[in-house]
């Protein structure tokens, strides 16, 4: 009879400890939780969702594809580097210059970027790694692996960001050539190739004064030696704060006319009206934009997009910084 009841308290305690454990994963994880869709695991080797060719995979009876199976299949296939996931998150191994970065609160997840719970936040004696499959004003959207219930899988889970539960890697490769996810909408003039970071990076108004010295120094006389003359040539009073695309070549639109340019005679609505979004561009930036389209700088192309309140990169700044210097010459 004691061994019973001894055997009772056993369980007892056990589903107790199950609970706690399940509740805590559940709480940490949750502060961060937007949304999941579940889908039905359809047999073995299911494909739940696919990733620049490479599928998460989900047996409904066989081997348990692990979620770390996903991101090392993943980088080795995409970046042809080798992922190891230790108990402080994932490293590269193989024997190459990248490295992962872990971004910081104001950095902007990419596709493909690593997340990453480690044990302790998750409180359980497991950690859990996915990719990022895209990001939006706050939320990830997640690709993984081994993220199921009751036959059925996560695909597009949502989380916010940033957070405090995971952390989010990029990989950096310092011998990457051009990042041309970044300036693909930036049409490159004849032979020449923009030397731009790997990262895609929201450009501060100290960014572009500091690139625009550096490609036009001597260009405009003394003033350009000064990061201080420089902002008051374009006109810029918040050295901190992010620019839209359309507030850059504003400012830049200045900087040219200051290094002696003459400006083109054009017809500013028929030269705008080559973008499909030519009208979203606001009044006070019109001709200015125009300006540069006629000069080359920006010429994106006929029936592209212009996205003029978009938030302008640092890699497509240094492209239009090239290209002014060139001009400029």
């Not at 997340?115 to 990001?135: C, E, M």
């Not at 240094?318 to 290209?323: D, E, I, K």
């Amino acid at each position: 009879m004691l061994k019973k009841s001894c055997k009772r308290l056993v369980v007892a305690i056990l589903v107790i400890v199950i609970l706690v454990a399940g509740f805590s994963v559940s709480a940490a994880e949750r502060e961060d939780f937007i949304d999941c869709n579940y889908i039905k695991i359809q047999g073995e080797g299911f494909v739940a969702d696919s990733l620049n060719g490479v599928d998460a995979i989900y047996n409904l009876y066989g081997p348990t594809m692990q979620c770390t199976e996903f991101v090392r299949r993943y980088y080795n296939t995409v970046f042809g580097v080798t992922i190891y996931q230790r108990s402080t998150g994932p490293v590269i191994v193989s024997d190459t210059e990248c490295y992962l970065e872990v971004l910081t609160d104001d950095e902007e997840p990419q596709e493909g970027d690593i997340i990453f719970w480690p044990v302790n936040v998750r409180n359980t004696a497991y950690s859990h790694i996915a990719l990022v499959k895209s990001y939006e004003d706050g939320v990830i959207t997640i690709i993984e692996q081994n993220w199921r219930y009751n036959g059925k899988c996560a695909y597009e889970r949502t989380v916010s960001w940033p957070s405090d539960n995971y952390t989010v890697s990029h990989l950096v490769d310092p011998n990457a050539p051009v990042f041309t996810a970044a300036v693909d909408d930036i049409v490159t003039i004849g032979n020449t190739v923009p030397d731009v970071s790997v990262r895609s990076t929201p450009c501060t108004a100290s960014d572009l004064i500091s690139l625009s010295s550096g490609a036009l120094s001597g260009k405009v006389g003394v003033s350009i030696n000064s990061g201080a003359s420089v902002s008051l040539i374009m006109g810029i009073e918040d050295e901190l704060s992010l620019l839209s695309r359309q507030e850059a070549y504003v400012a830049i639109e200045k900087l040219i006319k200051a290094a002696g340019v003459e400006m083109p005679e054009c017809d500013v609505e028929e030269t705008l009206s080559a973008y499909s979004d030519g009208d979203e561009i606001s009044d006070d930036a019109r001709q200015a934009v125009a300006n540069l389209t006629e000069l080359g700088i920006i010429n994106i192309g006929m029936g592209r997009d212009c996205a003029p309140q978009e938030t302008m990169t640092y890699e497509q700044c240094q492209v239009v910084m090239m290209r002014v210097a060139a001009l400029v010459g």
